[in-house]
Each structure stands twice: as C-alpha cells, then as structure tokens.
C-alpha cells in the first residue's frame, strides 16, 4: 500500500469520526485481465471482493464501525479507462469512495 494512498484512507478515516452520521461506501474494481485471470484460476476469481475487503478493514482496525461502512464490488463493469495500456489496466485496478448519510 502506497503512503499517499495510507493517507488518503487516514484522512477519510478522520472524516468519518467527525461527523458521527456520515457513512462510507467502498467500491471496489478490476480490469479486463484480472477478470480473465480470475475465470482461469479460482483462486484470483475474489479478486475485486478481497480489495474491497482489505479497505474494509483497514477502516475497521483504525476504529471505524462496521456499519458504517458498505462495500459494493463492480468487477469490470466500470472501467476508467478503454485503453489496454499498463497505465490504462492500472487506473481500472481501483477502490472508489462515496460518503453518503
């Protein structure tokens, strides 16, 4: 885990023991290859979930409750970019955040 994104997720954490009534959905994505990948070997075929869930209990262990937390998983469904270039597949590789209430 990169320290810009430790300090991302810090700074949500933050946000969320501030403001009691905030909630935070985790949405978890892959790329086309993970998806291939994953169809192939059953062992990576939780990839997007698993991501999700590291999130998810990144915030759980810095004290934020469970349910105030939700964890959506979109797989390939939604992908950032069209393109098939490392830099492409990378942006898809992906966790977004949503505050809700």
Do not use: W
């Not at 105030?68 to 979109?74: F, H, I, N, S, T």
């Not at 069209?82 to 955040?97: D, G, H, I, Q």
Request: charged content about 30%.
């Amino acid at each position: 885990v990169s320290s810009t994104f430790t300090k991302d997720l810090d700074n949500l954490v933050e946000l969320l023991k501030e403001n009691k009534l905030a909630r935070l959905k985790i949405i978890s994505h892959i790329d086309n290859e993970e998806a291939a990948l994953g169809k192939e070997n059953p062992r990576m075929a939780n990839l997007c979930e698993e991501r999700a869930i590291a999130v998810l209990k990144y915030f759980q262990h810095n004290g934020i409750d469970r349910g105030k937390l939700v964890m959506e998983v979109m797989e390939n469904e939604e992908p950032a970019s069209e393109m098939n270039t490392p830099l492409s597949l990378a942006k898809n590789r992906r966790v977004e955040f949503q505050i809700t209430k």
